[in-house]
C-alpha cells in the first residue's frame, strides 16, 4: 500500500492504514473449527496445486512420478544463463526423481514442474540456481521444493532477497537444511520452510521443531525413492524430507487455496504430529 493521507491531508506513513480502513481488507473467511488433519487436508488429493521441483530434472515416464507437466533447464551458454524451455534431457543424476516421486505419493493429482539446475554428479552453481528460482517465482508456482543449498555467502543476499519476494506473492519455498552441520542457505531463511529428517516409517508423521532454524521433521532416512531407468533406490537425507513436506503442502492448498504462506506455516504447526490431538 502506498503512502495514505488523512481527510486533513496529513501524510500517514508508508504501509499504513487511515481511520476505518481496516473493513476495506477484511479477510472473507474466518476458521470456524480445529484445525486438525481431516480438516487440513481430508479428501484431497493436491488437485489444482503446482509444485516446482528445482533440482536435477524429472525422469519423463518413471511409473512412481506419473505426468510431469513442463520441463526446463537452466544452462549456462556463451551469452550468459539463459532458462532452455522443453528440456528433453529428463534427470541427469535421480535426485529430481526421487523428489518428485516422494510429492507424487503423498499428492498424486497436483501438477509438477521441472526446473533443472543440477547436471550429472550433482554439479551446480549458485548462478543457476538463483536464476531456476527467479524463474520459478515468476511462473507463480504455488509450492517450490528445493531439495539443495549453497554455502556461498556471495550470493546468500540474493537468494534471500528472492525467498522474502516469493513469500510476498503467495509460493511457498521448501527447502532443505544441509546434511552436514554447516551454514548454507535459503533453508536457514524464516520465509522458508525448512526440514531436516526422521526415522519413522509413515510418510505423514511429521515433527514441528520448537528450536529452528530448522522448522520440521519429516520421513527421510532409509527410505525407497524414485531412482532412474524406472527404478528405485535406498536413500538417506535431509533432501528426502523436504518433498515429503512440499506434498503435504500441496494437500493443503488443493483444500485451502486461499491460505498464506504464512498461514500455510501455521497449518502445518497445528497438524504436526507432536502438536495435535489424537
Known amino acids: 500500500m502506498s503512502i495514505l493521507a488523512h481527510e486533513s491531508n496529513e501524510e500517514l506513513p508508508a504501509w499504513s492504514l487511515p481511520a476505518a480502513a481496516g473493513e476495506s481488507i477484511r479477510l472473507p473467511e474466518a476458521w470456524t473449527e480445529p484445525v486438525t488433519r481431516e480438516w487440513a487436508w481430508g479428501g484431497t488429493a493436491g488437485k489444482g496445486v503446482r509444485v516446482c521441483v528445482l533440482d536435477s530434472g524429472i525422469e519423463h515416464g518413471h511409473p512412481l512420478v ?11 551458454e556463451d551469452g550468459g544463463i539463459v532458462v532452455r524451455e522443453d528440456d528433453a534431457e529428463g534427470d541427469l543424476c535421480g535426485h529430481g526423481t526421487a523428489c518428485a516421486g516422494i510429492i507424487r505419493m503423498l499428492a498424486p493429482e497436483c ?8 547436471g550429472a554428479g550433482y554439479t551446480g552453481s549458485a548462478k543457476v540456481m538463483l536464476r531456476g528460482l527467479e524463474w520459478a517465482i515468476e511462473q507463480g508456482f504455488d509450492v517450490v521444493n528445493m531439495s539443495l543449498s549453497t554455502t556461498k555467502r556471495d550470493y546468500v543476499d540474493r ?5 522474502d519476494t516469493a513469500y510476498f506473492k503467495r509460493t511457498m519455498l521448501v527447502a532443505s537444511a544441509h546434511n552436514m552441520p554447516v551454514e548454507s542457505f535459503p533453508w536457514r531463511f524464516a520465509s522458508v520452510i525448512s526440514v531436516g529428517s526422521h526415522e519413522e516409517s509413515d510418510p505423514f508423521t511429521f515433527y ?3 528450536t529452528p532454524p530448522v522448522e520440521f521433521f519429516a520421513r527421510g532416512l532409509e527410505i525407497d525413492v524414485a531412482w532412474l ?12 524430507a523436504t518433498p515429503h513436506i512440499s506434498g503435504i503442502c500441496a494437500l493443503i492448498l488443493g483444500k485451502h487455496p486461499e491460505l498464506t504462506p504464512y498461514q500455510l506455516k501455521s497449518v ?3 497438524t504436526a504430529s507432536n502438536v495435535r490431538d489424537e
Open 66 to 76: 506419473g505426468r510431469v507437466d513442463h520441463s526446463v533447464a537452466i544452462v549456462r
Open 111 to 118: 501438477e509438477l514442474v521441472s526446473v533443472r539446475v543440477l
Open 159 to 163: 537468494l534471500h532477497e528472492l525467498a
Open 208 to 210: 514441528s521443531n520448537p
Open 229 to 240: 531407468g524406472g527404478g528405485t533406490l535406498r536413500s538417506t537425507g535431509n533432501s528426502f
Open 268 to 270: 502445518l504447526h497445528l
